[in-house]
């Protein structure tokens, strides 16, 4: 390993320097050693955005702490460089893995931040990269908050990963400085409900485990109720099952790890699975349910797929791992129905929002 570092400098610095060592009777390396030392030492601007991403596990836990639990000791909840910290893990989080669908609640979220600071921009004149913006959005005219409407109505609803990774990357970038964004107006922008929406990308885009998950969880204790959902169609029968806090369950009690379990019983076997098939499947599922003719060809995904009846075959069926488990065109349709509305309402779907925000979810 080298001892030493040769560094060139201009002439005109060089010369200062000799200068400067004459007057203070000091040798240049001297002199140089001290205001390095000394510039090394003072914060720049960004310093702490680095600090931030040095150790992001301790980031994830104290964001989790002001946005998700809410325990902000009256200090504003997140810091520009936590934003940027937030962001950037958020559009990685599209590039981990293959064969994903992007949840739709939390790209639009971050598809709205992007139109808000646009629209900023534009109404104060600030400089904005239309190259940049122009190239993803297609942003044609003079008045682009509206070229950038046009463009978000006109979306696909089935947005692969890949694609998403795109769509988010001027927000991710330089495009906008959100230095120069006043306090007030930022806040407005990222409200906390947008960012609880897209705290389950920034786990993601870590490659978040169930470890550090489970290790979160033990540290901060965040209350997630326990509950039991059984959906049954034709003879197959999920169960869902969450670990988590019962209905009067007293302070100081054991702490149950928040945890979820699928367990998928047929006629003639029983299968457990856990949350990353379970989270995807379901994510799946909802497309569908919202927009069927757009998966009208059904979906292979990552850790689940499904095809709907009609499509290959006049049964429909789903997929998790190497399993295949087909069903007749009212039991699939019965299936989709169930897990996606029960998913979406009353205990179940408050346990679900609490584990996405400790797991993960695209």
Same mark, same amino acid.
């Given at each position: 390993?080298?001892?030493?570092?040769?560094?060139?400098?201009?002439?005109?610095?060089?010369?200062?320097?000799?200068?400067?060592?004459?007057?203070?009777?000091?040798?240049?390396?001297?002199?140089?050693?001290?205001?390095l030392d000394d510039g090394l030492q003072t914060a720049a601007a960004g310093?702490?955005?680095?600090?931030?991403?040095?150790?992001?596990?301790?980031?994830?836990?104290?964001?989790?702490?002001?946005?998700?639990?809410?325990?902000?000791?009256?200090?504003?909840?997140?810091?520009?460089?936590?934003?940027?910290?937030?962001?950037?893990?958020?559009?990685?989080?599209?590039?981990?893995? +293959?064969?994903?669908?992007?949840?739709?609640?939390?790209?639009?979220?971050?598809?709205?931040?992007?139109?808000?600071?646009?629209?900023?921009?534009?109404?104060?004149?600030?400089?904005?990269? %239309?190259?940049?913006?122009?190239?993803?959005?297609?942003? %044609?005219?003079?008045?682009?908050?509206?070229?950038?409407?046009?463009?978000?109505?006109?979306?696909?609803?089935?947005?692969?990963?890949?694609?998403?990774?795109?769509?988010?990357?001027?927000?991710?970038?330089?495009?906008?400085?959100?230095?120069?964004?006043?306090?007030?107006?930022?806040?407005?922008?990222?409200?906390?409900?947008?960012?609880?929406?897209?705290?389950?990308?920034?786990?993601?885009?870590?490659?978040?485990?169930?470890?550090?998950?489970?290790?979160?969880?033990?540290?901060?204790?965040?209350?997630?109720?326990?509950?039991?959902?059984v959906i049954e169609a034709g003879t197959l029968r999920l169960e869902i099952?969450?670990?988590?806090?019962?209905?009067?369950?007293?302070?100081?009690?054991?702490?149950?790890?928040?945890?979820?379990?699928?367990?998928?019983?047929?006629?003639?076997?029983?299968?457990?699975?856990?949350?990353?098939?379970?989270?995807?499947?379901?994510?799946?599922?909802?497309?569908?349910?919202?927009?069927? +003719?757009?998966?009208?060809?059904?979906?292979?995904?990552?850790?689940?797929?499904?095809?709907?009846?009609?499509?290959?075959?006049?049964?429909?069926?789903?997929?998790m791992g190497g399993l295949r488990i087909f069903l007749p065109a009212e039991?699939?349709?019965?299936?989709?129905?169930?897990?996606?509305?029960?998913?979406?309402?009353? %205990?179940?779907?408050?346990?679900?929002?609490?584990?996405?925000?400790?797991?993960?979810?695209?």
């Amino acid at each position: 390993m080298l001892s030493q570092l040769n560094l060139r400098f201009p002439k005109k610095l060089i010369a200062a320097l000799k200068t400067r060592a004459g007057e203070e009777n000091l040798s240049v390396n001297a002199l140089a050693e001290r205001f390095l030392d000394d510039g090394l030492q003072t914060a720049a601007a960004g310093d702490r955005y680095f600090q931030l991403m040095a150790d992001p596990e301790a980031t994830v836990r104290q964001l989790y702490r002001h946005i998700i639990l809410g325990q902000t000791f009256g200090t504003a909840p997140v810091s520009r460089d936590a934003l940027r910290f937030m962001l950037a893990f958020s559009r990685e989080a599209f590039l981990r893995g +293959q064969g994903r669908l992007a949840t739709l609640p939390a790209l639009y979220t971050l598809l709205d931040i992007t139109r808000d600071l646009l629209a900023w921009q534009s109404e104060h004149d600030q400089p904005v990269d %239309t190259h940049y913006l122009k190239g993803i959005f297609r942003l %044609t005219g003079e008045n682009q908050v509206e070229d950038f409407d046009h463009f978000r109505a006109a979306l696909n609803p089935v947005i692969d990963q890949s694609y998403a990774e795109h769509l988010l990357r001027p927000l991710e970038s330089d495009c906008f400085m959100l230095a120069e964004v006043p306090d007030a107006v930022l806040a407005a922008i990222f409200t906390l409900p947008r960012l609880k929406a897209i705290f389950p990308l920034v786990l993601r885009g870590q490659n978040w485990t169930e470890e550090q998950a489970a290790a979160m969880a033990q540290e901060l204790r965040p209350t997630l109720p326990a509950v039991t959902e059984v959906i049954e169609a034709g003879t197959l029968r999920l169960e869902i099952r969450v670990d988590g806090q019962h209905p009067g369950q007293r302070p100081g009690a054991w702490y149950d790890t928040p945890k979820m379990h699928l367990i998928i019983t047929g006629q003639e076997f029983v299968v457990p699975y856990g949350w990353a098939a379970f989270s995807e499947l379901l994510g799946l599922l909802t497309l569908y349910a919202r927009h069927p +003719q757009a998966l009208a060809h059904g979906h292979q995904g990552e850790h689940a797929m499904f095809s709907p009846p009609g499509n290959v075959s006049e049964e429909g069926f789903f997929g998790m791992g190497g399993l295949r488990i087909f069903l007749p065109a009212e039991g699939f349709e019965v299936l989709v129905r169930e897990l996606t509305v029960k998913s979406a309402e009353g %205990t179940l779907a408050e346990a679900l929002t609490g584990l996405r925000c400790l797991y993960g979810d695209l």
